[in-house]
């Protein structure tokens, strides 16, 4: 698969490529008649909310045997599409679906790494916009952005928050909390993909009781693979494809 131009100059300048994507303009959720509880606080300042953009175009939800969770679409050509997720979203699956606002379709999964908790599945034949990579450097107080489709809405959710200092070399973690389903969610900063949220520390600060629930919420999100390796992995795997 052939990269789009934007991604081959950031992994090979390592440069800000900004393609729609700035730095969103926030707003705080408003959980309605929502029951929460356990939460620290006011439950309206858990999530900020960015408001539509381009890019939201290219988080997909990802159905395999075991499970679910998000994605994000990495680059694409004519004979088929990447989408990078989390490795234990996918599981054991050797194919799994991939649904987005174009539609569904089913996808072979051609990479896993454990220790990062990263996939890359591929679907032959459908095209989408893929997200720019940013390859670093990523600084603690960077504005991030998650585009994950966790909790009883079902729907994306993108959110904002800041670069923080993670619990473990290797890693990236953010203070955006997280919730069912977000894992495999894209984290973006400096206009383009920077990690995948695996689904954050295992601290959580209260549930949502609505629709299914409880929806439990972790405090922070986190990445088990930092941009610059990220960048480096999906141009060896994805590349071949094109």
């Not at 730095?23 to 408003?30: A, D, F, H, R």
């Not at 408001?51 to 175009?57: E, L, S, V």
């Not at 290219?58 to 088929?80: E, L, P």
């Not at 585009?147 to 070399?169: C, D, M, Y």
Request: charged fraction near 15%; charge should be neutral; aromatic fraction near 6%.
């Amino acid at each position: 698969m052939r990269l789009s131009s934007g991604v081959l100059s950031v992994l090979l300048a390592c440069v800000c490529i900004a393609q729609d994507i700035d730095t969103p303009q926030t707003k705080l959720v408003n959980v309605g008649a929502r029951t929460e509880t356990g939460f620290k606080g006011n439950y309206d300042s858990i999530w900020q909310r960015s408001p539509t953009k381009p890019h939201h175009g290219s988080a997909v939800m990802v159905y395999a045997q075991d499970g679910a969770g998000s994605g994000i679409c990495v680059a694409s050509s004519d004979k088929g599409t990447c989408f990078a997720t989390n490795e234990h979203v996918v599981g054991n699956s050797a194919t799994v679906t991939v649904a987005g606002n174009k539609g569904s379709g089913q996808g072979s999964v051609i990479y896993r790494n454990h220790e990062q908790d990263l996939a890359v599945i591929f679907v032959a034949g459908g095209k989408c916009a893929a997200i720019p990579i940013y390859a670093g450097p990523l600084r603690q107080g960077d504005v991030v952005e998650l585009l994950g489709f966790g909790g009883p809405e079902n729907s994306l959710n993108a959110r904002v928050g800041k670069v923080i200092p993670p619990q473990a070399s290797g890693k990236f973690a953010t203070t955006i909390p997280t919730v069912s389903g977000d894992s495999g969610a894209a984290l973006i900063a400096h206009g383009g993909l920077v990690g995948i949220n695996y689904g954050g520390r295992t601290d959580f600060i209260g549930s949502i009781n609505e629709q299914g629930g409880p929806w439990g919420v972790l405090r922070h999100s986190e990445s088990d693979v930092m941009c610059a390796s990220l960048a480096r992995t999906l141009q060896q795997i994805c590349t071949p494809r094109g």
